[in-house]
């Protein structure tokens, strides 16, 4: 019964996803992720959401309508057209585009009131004469009004994005000059996971080199995921979480899954397929390419119409698992290809159709730790991963919804 029950269910949200897989996101779950994460923050403290890299494989315009919904009024990006997507989509309030500012971005971010983080004076120039041109354009007048705001970024350590601290006055006095709002200062830490020290060094030089700005009432912040967790930045005027508002652990360490389950996080995402066809084989038989498997016994082989252009790494055929709907394991088998698996059913799943690939859980089997166990890499990138042709399905409150419905 409980079977029937579950597979009549899959059977809908098949017919909402119109193809034989798809991503479902629980929304009810971020926006309970976010509530633990806030209680971590200083009441005046904003959240900042990460929706870049389509939220983390979550799908960006989904997640960010239901969150602006749901009191979110600040979001960040990585690109200028991923702002554009959003912007195309109906998001209102503030966008953040992430990491060195790019000039061939300027008319972009122009174009749809994104917010550049900047890191030097050369594209501040460019900011602020592209904002005079069009002014000029449309207004046909000189120097009307502020241009548009800008997010200075200092590099207090991980050497990679934002300004030197020596250089930071430089640019917070052109854009007092030339009436170029700064929306606020922030930094990024390298391991705020697990290497408090670094991080906390990070956080002093950090704070030495804004103290001035500060006093100033200029908005800092500096906190993602790992520094949130750790109480650290969390009573600046922003937080950015990313990975912990899905809930999924930073990496596969114990550290990394024991601290996301005792905040009380929990993973978002699935991924759900049914078989193209099953075929049962004779012993001898190879199966895929490369005749990376072959038969041992009489074995039933299901293919399943999903492959490694949807996200499904390559090398899961090695000692990855899908499990029907009730719990059955059923081993990947025969090399995973562009647009299909094969897996093999045990007795006890011979006439199961449909399966999870994912699971929204910490399980060692199927979830996205366990799938980064697998490939040696992170949940990051499995998630992430997941290519935008696996359709996305939002449930919220026991309904499930396309995303034109969230």
């Known amino acids: 019964m409980g079977r029937e029950r579950n597979r009549s269910c899959q059977l809908k949200e098949f017919s909402l996803a119109r193809r034989p897989t798809y991503i479902k996101v629980n929304l009810e779950t971020i926006l309970d992720n976010l509530k633990i994460l806030k209680t971590y923050l200083a009441k005046h403290t904003e959240i900042i959401a990460v929706v870049k890299?389509?939220?983390?494989?979550?799908?960006?315009?989904g997640v960010s309508r239901f969150l602006e919904k749901h009191g979110i009024s600040h979001f960040a990006v990585a690109t200028a057209l991923e702002g554009e997507e959003l912007r195309a989509a109906g998001i209102h309030c503030n966008i953040q585009v992430l990491g060195n500012a790019s000039e061939d971005e300027i008319s972009t971010l122009y174009e749809n009131r994104l917010i550049p983080t900047a890191a030097n004076v050369k594209f501040l120039s460019s900011w602020l004469r592209h904002w005079r041109q069009q002014q000029r354009n449309t207004l046909g007048v000189e120097n009307v009004g502020p241009v548009g705001s800008v997010v200075i970024k200092v590099d207090s350590g991980m050497s990679r994005n934002g300004c030197q601290p020596g250089q930071l006055r430089s640019l917070v006095e052109f854009c007092e000059n030339n009436n170029i709002p700064i929306h606020s200062i922030m930094t990024h830490f390298a391991?705020?996971?697990?290497?408090?020290d670094f991080t906390q060094t990070q956080m002093n030089t950090f704070t030495e080199t804004v103290a001035p700005y500060r006093k100033r009432g200029i908005k800092l912040h500096v906190a993602n995921s790992g520094a949130i967790l750790n109480n650290i930045g969390v009573d600046l005027d922003y937080v950015r979480p990313g990975?912990?508002?899905?809930?999924?652990?930073?990496?596969?360490?114990?550290?990394?899954?024991?601290?996301?389950?005792?905040?009380?996080?929990?993973?978002?995402?699935?991924?759900?397929?049914?078989?193209?066809?099953v075929n049962d084989l004779d012993p001898g038989r190879v199966v895929g390419y490369d005749q990376t498997y072959k038969c041992t016994e009489n074995e039933r082989i299901a293919v399943i119409p999903v492959g490694y252009a949807d996200g499904y790494l390559r090398n899961m055929f090695k000692n990855g698992y899908v499990s029907t709907l009730d719990g059955v394991v059923c081993p990947v088998v025969g090399r995973v290809s562009m647009d299909a698996i094969t897996v093999k059913l045990p007795e006890e799943a011979k006439e199961c159709r449909e399966f999870i690939l994912l699971a929204s859980d910490f399980n060692d089997l199927n979830s996205a730790v366990a799938i980064s166990k697998?490939?040696?890499?992170?949940?990051?990138?499995?998630?992430t991963n997941i290519a935008n042709r696996v359709p996305r399905l939002y449930e919220f409150s026991g309904d499930t919804v396309t995303i034109a419905g969230v």
């Open 191 to 196: 391991q705020s996971w697990d290497n408090p």
């Open 374 to 383: 697998i490939q040696n890499t992170i949940p990051y990138e499995v998630c």
């Open 53 to 61: 890299a389509n939220a983390y494989g979550h799908g960006a315009v």
């Open 243 to 277: 990975i912990s508002m899905y809930g999924q652990p930073p990496d596969t360490s114990e550290f990394g899954i024991n601290t996301t389950k005792k905040a009380g996080l929990k993973p978002a995402i699935s991924w759900y397929a049914k078989t193209s066809i």
